[in-house]
């Protein structure tokens, strides 16, 4: 299994980036995929997620701001995220798990696979 995240990089406050998983060896269309981020002295926290039919579901802290979507002919996930605060200044992660991801809240998202992350830092 495989996740390899792209896209991170340095951006003023108010800017967009799109963040990138190129996923490999699992049925990625079958998984629960997801968005989580870690400040360093903090835990990692869940983002977002997209289940295999499609469905989404966002934590408390980026409403509005943040979109994931897939490609399941590409094998890839996305996260849009725009209006960038200095406070999204992270680590992010792409992970895959059990679907139904979207049923449970965002403290209950269990995966089973990880990426090494891509940085995204915001400058105000």
């Known amino acids: 299994v495989q996740l390899v995240e792209s896209g991170g990089g340095s951006v003023q406050a108010g800017g967009s980036l799109r963040l990138s998983c190129a996923a490999s060896g699992f049925s990625f269309s079958m998984h629960c995929m997801a968005w989580f981020r870690q400040v360093p002295g903090k835990e990692r926290g869940g983002v977002a997620v997209i289940d295999s039919d499609g469905s989404t579901r966002y934590a408390d802290s980026v409403p509005g701001r943040f979109t994931i979507s897939k490609d399941n002919t590409q094998n890839t996930l996305y996260l849009q995220m725009n209006s960038l605060k200095p406070e999204d200044t992270a680590m992010y992660y792409c992970?895959?798990?059990?679907?139904?991801?979207?049923?449970?809240?965002?403290?209950?998202?269990?995966?089973?696979?990880w990426g090494k992350g891509t940085l995204v830092t915001i400058s105000s």
């Open positions: 992970a895959a798990g059990p679907g139904g991801c979207t049923r449970v809240a965002p403290k209950l998202w269990g995966m089973d696979y």
